[in-house]
């Protein structure tokens, strides 16, 4: 399926992540002491989810020929250890309301979603 790594040096909280075929660097913003040279761990769960969820309601859109005309996702996590969640909120356009509350359903079935509203093992070797 899919799979990545993550290398950090010398630069303080400034990470290296190839995923996928694709570099990407995270970072912690200045106010907990890294560089904000890229998205924080958890803005990239956010990141993942809003992707993911848009591209789901995407290609439904499209096999139900529908005229979906454009979608945004706005994502945010709130609460702390014990309480955290996130509020996420469709914009959809071009569609009828009929139309926007399934995509609104389908939303909780995406791969992602329902991967984090379910947990997910992880398991950890040294090398």
Request: proline fraction near 5%; include cysteine.
């Amino acid at each position: 399926m899919a799979q990545g790594t993550a290398h950090i040096g010398k630069d303080r909280y400034r990470t290296q992540i190839e995923v996928g075929g694709h570099a990407l660097i995270a970072d912690e913003p200045e106010s907990l002491g890294g560089g904000n040279l890229g998205p924080a761990p958890f803005d990239l769960l956010l990141a993942s989810l809003g992707a993911c969820t848009a591209i789901t309601l995407r290609m439904y859109a499209e096999k139900k020929e529908w005229p979906l005309e454009s979608l945004n996702v706005a994502l945010r996590l709130s609460g702390g250890k014990d309480d955290r969640r996130i509020d996420r909120i469709l914009t959809i356009m071009g569609l009828d309301e009929a139309q926007k509350a399934k995509l609104a359903d389908v939303a909780e079935r995406t791969p992602v979603t329902l991967t984090l509203k379910g947990g997910l093992p992880i398991e950890t070797h040294l090398a």
